[in-house]
């Protein structure tokens, strides 16, 4: 069964309210990956979800504690507006999708990312499939072309192909492959 997607009003973050303005922007499919500094490091892909509260404010400090705390913010997605997936609710979720440069490893990048949700207000995971509204939801997706199967993160996200509010987003800022 495919959930209703719908494109949100809401654009990403406008530039003027990230604290490091130099990263969030969007980028056409020919530019080039920004190579941030050095250009060493990892690119990391992330799913945010936030169906409680100030939706919106939810990504946006995400990402911004992201781009603090696990790595250079170098492109964000559109903001959409899905329904809930795998759980009935009455709040519809607000989804994106960042990339980030990162020097952390992988497990480091998600005891980084819990760390913010627990900040962000988020008190419980979701576990045996079992979901629930939540001011946010940060998931690892890509981690470069790395592929991790553990207890705690399996990488690339097994379940993201299934998921319309994780690929929309994720195709808007993966780079290009067509020549």
Not at 80 to 96: D, K, M, R, V
Request: aromatic letters at 6%; hydrophobic letters at 35%; a negative charge.
């Amino acid at each position: 069964m495919t959930k209703k997607t719908t494109h949100s009003p809401l654009p990403a973050p406008p530039l003027g309210e990230c604290p490091n303005l130099s990263v969030i922007r969007r980028f056409s499919d020919d530019e080039a990956l920004p190579q941030g500094g050095s250009g060493e490091g990892a690119f990391l892909y992330l799913s945010l979800g936030s169906n409680l509260g100030d939706r919106a404010e939810n990504l946006r400090r995400a990402i911004a504690l992201i781009d603090e705390r696990v790595g250079a913010v170098q492109r964000v997605s559109s903001f959409i507006e899905t329904e809930p997936w795998g759980f009935q609710s009455e709040h519809p979720f607000l989804n994106a999708a960042v990339m980030v440069r990162t020097t952390l490893s992988p497990i480091e990048c998600l005891d980084r990312t819990q760390q913010i949700e627990r900040e962000l207000g988020r008190r419980k995971k979701s576990k045996d499939g079992k979901y629930h509204d939540r001011p946010i939801d940060i998931d690892l997706l890509l981690y470069d072309d790395l592929t991790i199967s553990t207890p705690r993160l399996t990488i690339p996200h097994p379940l993201m192909q299934e998921r319309d509010f994780v690929m929309i987003p994720l195709r808007e800022i993966l780079p290009s492959t067509e020549q």
